[in-house]
């Protein structure tokens, strides 16, 4: 007889969630190409005249799990999507959205550009609270846009937005990758680089002397400190942000928690980096958004070797509010069939599935940043 599953399902349901890298959905109205082009994370350049952000994995679940929250049919067709979508306003969309994923903190990267929703707006919209992540690369052009010495500048800059953070986050995957020396830099040669960097204008950091600088304060700083790991547009040089590379980095890494984003296709390499290290960390965000349908099979992957313990979930949506809601809902799908399929074959027990959908979903992040 097949296991009662049901009180594992209402919870995969019920639970409320902390979102620990996020961004926020865009604040202004634009054409469909937009639309289309922020279902897509790698392509930089606008999707040639034949392809279709919806013919993807994320363009059938919008259609599939959005649409009913708009007024529309389950799988309804994208031109009847984008027209109903199209007569809301971006805010609309996000006080739709935001509030169905069923989450009580947002942990909110506010290093990206443009007109998207700061915490305010977020806080505004989904009702839940809201953290910000200090992205240090933003730190060091704005220590490089100030006056007087870079390393005093950016320490000045990083404790003063950190007082009130609750982790950091660098970007190095995009600036040159993790392969490399990673070690603290000596302060002359600190000196040396920020002075070549202002002169050349101190715009998107690739010195990889001030980047290994700043890792490392963020380092001394004690809070969660968040790498983007894997997955990313192709600016990303995809086969140097392999989590294994960082080794030696989190051999010196101390006791700061180190939490390893997205993963994918390195899920398997950040749990085992997350068994070997009691710092480190990894979380699910914005592959599960991206594989749809298939993100069941990388929810399984994660939960292969790394500890339930060392397991955050995350949506890291941006852009399109219907991603706040899809990395929730394809979560929880994601979960359920996994986890109750663990439970049915005798597996694990139904009280320890609830267990760790609790420790993955939120109690994680809330022992990790403090909340």
Partial sequence: MAADVSALADRIADVRLVDNHVHGYWLTAGDRRRFENGLNEANIEPLADFDSGFDTQLGFAVRAHCAPLIGLPEHVDPHSYWERRGAMTEDQLAQVFLPAAGVSDWLIDT?????????????????????????????????????????????????????????????????????????????????????????????????????????????????????????????????????????????????????????????????????????????VGLSVNHLGARAEAFIARTLELAPFRKILYSSDAFGPAELHYLGSLLWRAGMAAVLTGFVERGQWSQADAIRVVDLIGRDNARRVYAL
């Fill in 111 to 283: 290093g990206l550009p443009g007109a998207v929703a700061g915490l305010p707006e977020m806080a505004r919209s989904s009702g839940g609270a809201v953290g910000e992540i200090v992205r240090l690369e933003q730190v060091a052009e704005q220590a490089a846009a100030a006056p007087g010495d870079y390393a005093a500048e950016f320490r000045r800059i990083l404790y003063e937005r950190s007082a009130n953070a609750v982790a950091t986050k660098t970007v190095l995957a995009y600036r040159g990758g993790f392969d490399g020396d990673l070690s603290e830099p000596d302060p002359g040669a600190v000196t040396d680089a920020a002075v070549r960097w202002r002169d050349a204008g101190g715009v998107r950091l690739t010195d990889r002397v001030l980047l290994r600088f700043g890792v490392h304060e963020a380092l001394r700083l004690g809070k969660p400190l968040q790498f983007h790991v894997g997955l990313g547009d192709r600016d990303c040089d995809l086969h140097r942000t392999n989590p294994l590379l960082l080794l030696d980095f989190l051999r010196q890494s101390g006791s700061t928690p180190i939490v390893l984003l997205h993963c994918y296709p390195y899920e398997r390499e950040a749990g085992y980096l997350a068994q070997a290290f009691n710092n480190v960390y990894l979380d």
